[in-house]
């Protein structure tokens, strides 16, 4: 006589009939429910955490790299006469030339960069300089391709550029004249005087970080140079390379170029700038991981709960099936399929509810700042200005796998036990 192979339909169907038994004919029991109402919430939980993380890191690092350089050549400076240390770049242009030529880089440009004090009528807010030459700042993404920008760019010559958080703070509009005052200014025998000069605000960007459009202020790289002091040199130069994830591989070709005109160059790049908050997000991502994957084990230990009674209850049918000609290996077949089924059913609803949270986090979000009455997400401190989510098919298959392995593995030990019941005993009362 063949034997049966392993999972053949008789053992489907055996499980499947205990399945939509009724609980009075000793069927699905309440704890298997609650196990797999678990099993789906555990499930829905990991994926929207890491949709969350997914979204959170990309939309942080997009707004940096949007507005920022990727990489930053700077002078490590010399000992002046009076003790003080120079960090004047006098050969920006040579410089910026040299680090256009290694493969990778995009576009290079010299910056002068100072913080001043913007002010229109009563009201003030400090702001940060950065001096830019008009054909550079159109390539900046976060400021050009700004959805939310106002103005012309193609003004810029003539006036500056600032961000949206500075123009509310300071109730600017496109064509207002706002004053910028340096503490350092023109020196006189009275000492150094401040230098306040007028601006015609042309062109009001979003990059998209609170941070950047709170603070940031563009000015045409001559008239920085003018207005701080600094003709003939640059603070600077950023460079813009087409693959910034992996910037570090850029780094000993830069100071092999640029080291030919200064030894005294540095090379500081969005990571170094960034790294902290980044080691921070991986290692908070691994604790949520941790912490959320635990959720999903004591979710599928209910499995145990509800299979256990199961066996239990069907003791005598064991018996039967036994008696019959069933192995061991069938009977454990049996019920390792009822508990499995549990997993994979939990697993599709928490899928299903963790993607749909991902697409639709937006109206979500918004009925829960309405619920709450605003202000759940404060920009200034979290830095974007919404909650993101980005679905990930390695992250679904992650917690598809973690649900369903943890499942599959404590149904093994109640469904031995159902194979190893003694016939005899099972019957002996019946």
Not at 342 to 352: A, F, N
Request: glycine share 10%; hydrophobic share 50%; net charge neutral.
């Amino acid at each position: 006589m063949a034997t049966p192979l392993p999972f053949s339909r008789f053992e489907w169907l055996i499980a499947w009939r205990y399945l939509r038994a009724r609980r009075a004919e000793g069927g699905v029991s309440t704890m298997t429910w609650i196990s797999l109402i678990g099993i789906a919430l555990a499930v829905f939980a990991l994926i929207a955490t890491l949709a969350v993380r997914t979204g959170f890191r990309s939309e942080f690092v997009g707004t940096i790299l949007g507005a920022n350089a990727h990489v930053t050549l700077y002078s490590h400076g010399t000992v002046t006469d009076q003790g003080r240390i120079d960090r004047k770049l006098t050969d920006y242009d040579a410089l910026a030339a040299r680090a256009a030529e290694v493969p990778g880089v995009i576009r290079t440009a010299p910056l002068i960069k100072g913080q001043v004090m913007a002010s229109l009528q009563q009201r003030n807010s400090g702001v940060e300089v950065f001096g830019i030459s008009a054909e550079n700042i159109r390539t900046i993404p976060g400021v050009a391709e700004s959805e939310q920008a106002i103005g012309d760019l193609d003004r810029f010559e003539e006036g500056v550029a600032i961000g949206s958080g500075v123009a509310r703070e300071l109730g600017v509009q496109i064509g207002d004249r706002i004053k910028l005052i340096s503490p350092n200014g023109v020196k006189t025998a009275f000492g150094t005087s401040p230098r306040v000069n007028a601006y015609e605000v042309v062109y009001i960007f979003t990059a998209g970080r609170y941070d950047i459009d709170r603070t940031r202020l563009y000015m045409p790289f001559a008239e920085a140079q003018s207005y701080f002091n600094r003709e003939g040199f640059a603070d600077e130069v950023e460079v813009i390379v087409e693959d910034p994830e992996n910037v570090e591989r850029l780094v000993l070709p830069l100071l092999s170029a640029t080291g030919e005109i200064s030894n005294a160059i540095g090379v500081w790049t969005w990571r170094d700038a960034s790294g902290g908050f980044l080691r921070a997000l991986e290692v908070e991502d691994n604790v949520m991981f941790i912490i959320l994957s635990i959720l999903v084990l004591i979710a599928t230990m209910n499995i145990v709960s509800g299979l256990i009674m199961l066996v239990k209850n069907k003791g005598r049918d064991i018996g039967i099936l036994r008696t019959i000609g069933l192995s061991e290996g069938s009977v454990m077949r049996v019920f390792f399929i009822c508990g499995a089924f549990t997993g994979v059913i939990g697993t599709t609803l928490g899928v299903v509810l963790g993607c749909l949270f991902a697409i639709y986090i937006d109206p979500i979000f918004s009925f829960v700042n309405y619920v709450m009455g605003g202000g759940v997400w404060d920009p200034s401190i979290r830095g974007i200005y919404a909650l993101p989510a980005e679905l990930r098919l390695a992250d679904v298959l992650s917690a598809v796998g973690l649900s369903l392995s943890l499942s599959f593995i404590v149904t093994i030990f109640p469904a031995r036990r159902a194979a190893r019941m003694n016939p005899v005993e099972a019957l002996r009362y019946e």
